[in-house]
Each structure stands twice: as structure tokens, then as C-alpha cells.
């Protein structure tokens, strides 16, 4: 994906923010990280995730869908749709770069590959 600084400055800052604050949350970062790998049933989820309600996961599913994070290919099934995956990494890599000292690493880099 190429885009340039420019235009990527001149984009409205409501629907950024709004996919941005859907991510932001450590839960739903995580549930993020889960289903950028692959779809995952629900009660899966839960028992990863150890939320403390079912309820919980659904309104974190619920907000992540919203900002088109996550989306139902059936029911009681969830994943990060083909379009959003390289979004959703690079969301990760940004976070990193940013949480990283410069010239430190927080932990080792994984390998190339």
C-alpha cells in the first residue's frame, strides 16, 4: 500500500480516530492479535482471553466490528477480514516503533521471516 504523507494528512480525522480508539483498547488489542492469525470461535476467545464475561467479549467484538477490524463469517466466528490484516500489523509495528527507545530495543527483534 503506497500512500503518500500528504494525502494520508488530509484524510477526515473522525473515522481514523474511530478505528484507532477500537484498537487502542488493551482487550481488544488483543483480540486482535488472536484473530489476525487465523478465525476463532468465540468460546475459544473467551477461554484465551479469561474475560470475565462472556458480555465483555461481545462489546470489545462489537466495537472492533464497527471500526471494520473484525468481522462474523458465521456465527459464533470471528477474524480480522483479508483487507484489515496488514493494517492491523502494521498498527503493531507503529506502536512498537513508537514504545521502542531510540537506539534500545525493548526485546529482541524476531528473525527475518
Not at 5 to 12: H, K
Not at 101 to 108: D, L, M, N, Q, Y
Amino acid at each position: 500500500m503506497a500512500r503518500s504523507p500528504g494525502w494520508l494528512l488530509r484524510q477526515p480525522a473522525g473515522p481514523l480516530a474511530a478505528v484507532l480508539a477500537a484498537a487502542g483498547h488493551p482487550a481488544r488489542f488483543e483480540i486482535l492479535q488472536l484473530l489476525v492469525v487465523g478465525p476463532r470461535a468465540v468460546a475459544d476467545l473467551q477461554t484465551e482471553l479469561a474475560l470475565a464475561s462472556p458480555g465483555q467479549l461481545y462489546h470489545h467484538l462489537k466495537t472492533l466490528a464497527s471500526a471494520g477490524l473484525v468481522e462474523q463469517p458465521e456465527r459464533g466466528v470471528y477474524r480480522v477480514p483479508p483487507h484489515a490484516i496488514f493494517p492491523v500489523l502494521a498498527l503493531a509495528a507503529a506502536a512498537t516503533d513508537v514504545t521502542e527507545s531510540p537506539g534500545t530495543s525493548a526485546r529482541p527483534h524476531d528473525p527475518p521471516g
